[in-house]
């Protein structure tokens, strides 16, 4: 089995995929992240390396991808503001689609970069032992066989 065209994501209220759903113009994954530069979570310091970042990615109804929007918040020297104002920024986002409603969606893989990082929904079969495995990144949400919407984390 390999991964579908369109990998199911199920919405899971009050949770990791909470922020996600379709509006007039298609499916919308959002959500507040972070990424950390590599090999400082090993400094005494790291968390001046841990950027945290507003997400809306938007998709057409066929579930490809048509369009990012990130905001970084800061970084987890000062954590809980950085977290705060991210969420304020995505909910702004999400009150302005029109006609959202929160929901399972279906997207096709794809990945932007921003600051250095992928975000996005990659295969990393290959980090997998060739397994199929699909990761939607840096959420940390992995998704397998037999592909109902559920993930890892």
Sequence with gaps: MAIPDRVP?????????????????????GSVTATLQDGAGSKPDWYRYKRWYAVLHQFDVDG???????WFAGTSEDEDTSIRRAQECLAGWL????????????????????????FGLVDE?????????????????????????????
């Design 9 to 29: 994501i199920a919405h899971e209220p009050g949770y990791r995929t909470d922020t996600i759903g379709s509006f007039d113009h298609g499916q919308f994954f």
């Design 64 to 70: 490809g991808h048509t369009g990012s929007q990130t």
């Design 95 to 118: 009150e302005a689609l029109p006609g959202r409603a929160f929901g399972d969606i279906a997207i096709k893989l794809f990945q932007v970069n921003v600051d250095g990082h992928v």
């Design 125 to 153: 079969s290959e980090l997998y032992d060739g397994q199929d495995h699909a990761e939607f990144l840096p959420d940390d949400l992995g998704f397998d066989p037999p592909w109902d919407g559920c993930y890892d984390t």
